[in-house]
T-cell receptor, first 111, second 116 residues
């Protein structure tokens, strides 16, 4: 079983739609959680950290459920510029900040 | 701007050859991690260097090796290249004076290696 698993993609949505990505992780010792965004042929870039209380950044809302070992990302009012691959990432305690990535979910927002 | 550069940007090699990839970052990044990202996959942790010593390694064979230098630059060396080594190689410097808060890491633009 992979340490971090994400919804298979691609997700094809119209502009203005709300889209949700799900992610599960297998190690209960996971410490920190992030969503990264990766544009085609570019490096991953940090989108947002995910906190236990849930957090929001504009149109983006991230939630963490430690009991279920589940992370989510909600994008409201999708824009064409949101088209990218979204990577779910966790770190584990005492692993020197090693990032463990899911395989990514591709999002395509159409006019 | 992350202040992280990687060279070369693209590289084509043949099976059995050796390759050296480079990463440079601003002063203060005393830790650097390297990742391999195959097409359609998330990045996979190769290893991490802290103050010029290897400080953790992922599931990669010994033909993947690294160096970190006092000027905070680093290298990833891959010997006896195989077709499956074709990937985007990313470095992520971090540490006091650089990187993000907590475990956040910022990546260089990557080197795209193609093995024929």
């Amino acid at each position: 079983r992979k340490e971090v698993e994400q919804d298979p993609g691609p997700f094809n949505v119209p502009e203005g739609a709300t889209v949700a990505f799900n992610c599960t992780y297998s190690n209960s010792a996971s410490q920190s959680f992030f969503w990264y965004r990766q544009d085609c042929r570019k490096e991953p870039k940090l989108l947002m950290s995910v906190y236990s209380s849930g957090n929001e950044d504009g149109r983006f809302t991230a939630q963490l459920n430690r009991a279920s070992q589940y992370i989510s990302l909600l994008i409201r009012d999708s824009k064409l510029s949101d088209s990218a691959t979204y990577l779910c990432v966790v770190t584990q305690y005492n692993q020197g900040g090693k990032l463990i990535f899911g395989q990514g979910t591709e999002l395509s927002v159409k006019p | 701007e992350t202040g992280v550069t990687q060279s070369p940007t693209h590289l084509i090699k043949t099976r059995g050859q050796q390759v050296t990839l480079r990463c440079s970052s601003q002063s203060g990044h005393n830790t650097v991690s390297w990742y391999q990202q195959a097409l359609g996959q998330g990045p996979q942790f190769i290893f991490q260097y802290y103050r010029e010593e290897e400080n953790g390694r992922g599931n990669f064979p010994p033909r993947f090796s690294g160096l970190q230098f006092p000027n905070y630059s680093s290298e990833l060396n891959v010997n006896a290249l195989e077709l499956d080594d074709s990937a985007l190689y990313l470095c992520a410097p971090s540490g006091r004076g650089g990187g993000g808060d907590g475990d956040e890491q910022f990546f260089g633009p990557g080197t795209r290696l193609t093995v024929l």
